[in-house]
């Protein structure tokens, strides 16, 4: 998507350890404006799908997830990495590796609101090597509900889990797709 391109052009800085920083629009900032041009163009990729679940992680999942699920006239799920105690203790839960953080967490999400009635889109901000996304698809096979598809804004494909999902026959839609980022120098696919 040009317009997405453009921006991480403009305000995205490609950092060491391959981490691409989008704060001013995507992260910590967030601009509701161009998010819900994205969330738009998602819903046009996948409006005949019969979706009427989005499945999330928490956090930086959840702001683009809202403005899909209001396109779609659907729930949002997220999966959360600790247990609260405002939390029911049934739930379904997948190991993953953050990385960001760098740490080891436990995806869980409440068995009643993910079942096998749902017709699930996964959405998340970025896509690395793929360990959320498994994640939450493991969920979604525990709970006998169908994935429809994977809808990321920002792909670096240099990290190679968008193609092995591709490759495995799902229908996975980037946005922007980073062929490479080296020396700060960001190009697309
Ligand atoms: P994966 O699980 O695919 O390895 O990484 C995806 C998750 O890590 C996303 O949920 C996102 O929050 C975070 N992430 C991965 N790469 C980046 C990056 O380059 N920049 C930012 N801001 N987050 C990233």
Same mark, same amino acid.
């Given at each position: ?5 453009? &921006?991480?052009?403009? &305000?995205?800085? $490609?950092?060491?350890?391959?981490? =691409? ?13 161009? =998010? ?10 996948? /409006?005949? /799908?019969?979706? #009427?679940?989005?499945? *999330? ?6 702001? =683009? ?5 209001? &396109? ?8 959360? /990495?600790?247990? *609260?105690?405002? @939390? !029911?203790?049934?739930?379904? !839960?997948? +190991?993953?590796?953050?990385? *960001?953080?760098?740490?080891? #967490?436990?995806? @869980?999400?409440? +068995? ?15 896509? $690395? ?17 169908? =994935?429809?598809?994977?809808?990321? $804004? ?15 026959? %799902? ?5 922007? %797709? ?7 120098? %960001?190009?697309?696919?």
């Amino acid at each position: 998507m040009q317009l997405l391109e453009s &921006y991480i052009t403009k &305000y995205g800085k $490609a950092l060491p350890g391959d981490i =691409l920083k989008v704060d001013s629009f995507l992260n910590f900032q967030i601009d509701v404006e161009l =998010l819900d041009r994205l969330a738009c163009d998602i819903y046009q990729h996948f /409006k005949d /799908k019969n979706i #009427n679940k989005i499945l *999330t992680v928490e956090a930086s999942g959840i702001a =683009l997830s809202t403005l899909v699920a209001k &396109y779609f006239n659907c729930k949002l799920v997220f999966a959360k /990495k600790s247990k *609260t105690l405002n @939390m !029911s203790d049934d739930f379904y !839960s997948e +190991k993953c590796f953050s990385f *960001t953080h760098k740490t080891q #967490n436990n995806l @869980m999400v409440s +068995k009643s609101f993910l079942t096998s009635e749902d017709n699930v889109l996964v959405v998340d901000d970025f896509l $690395a090597n793929g360990e959320a996304c498994n994640s939450l698809l493991s969920i979604i096979n525990q709970a006998n509900a169908k =994935l429809q598809g994977i809808a990321i $804004a920002v792909e670096k494909a240099f990290q190679g889990a968008g193609d092995r999902f591709r490759s495995s026959g %799902i229908d996975l839609y980037s946005l922007a %797709i980073i062929e490479s980022m080296n020396e700060g120098k %960001i190009e697309f696919r």
